[in-house]
Nanobody, 125 residues
């Protein structure tokens, strides 16, 4: 079992920066991919960024490419999403996700078997 806890959400003005964190605990050695998703009411959960744990490779959605960065601190077992030049359309609940599946499809929610509770990010004009 793996437990994920997000933190760092909040309110920020358009053009600003915010970093959200995800602390992982439990059987993290079994994990293959860590990722960030976001969701707004009435819309599907969107894959934002993902990081493969067994190789130096990441996925960044086109909607945030060049503005968001995914990284992790191995010693702290923590995943980060650095959000720069944020826009009002980045407002959403941001979820941390993890999977032990050896998958190359990382932007689809169904491949993830562990989820955090989410943290709200609100970007104002």
């Amino acid at each position: 079992q793996v437990h994920l806890v997000e933190s760092g959400g909040g309110s920020v003005q358009a053009g600003g920066s915010l970093r959200v964190s995800c602390a992982a605990s439990g059987d993290t050695s079994s994990l293959f991919v860590l990722a960030w998703f976001r969701q707004v009411p009435g819309k599907a959960r969107e894959g934002v960024a993902a990081l493969y744990l067994r190789r130096t490779s990441t996925y960044i959605a086109d909607s945030v490419k060049g503005r968001f960065t995914i990284s992790r601190d191995i010693a702290k077992n923590t995943l980060y999403l650095q959000m720069d030049a944020v826009k009002p359309e980045d407002s959403a609940i941001y979820y941390c996700a993890a999977t032990s599946q050896r998958t190359l499809v990382v932007s689809v929610p169904s491949v993830y078997n562990y989820w955090g509770q989410g943290t709200q990010v609100t970007v104002s004009e």
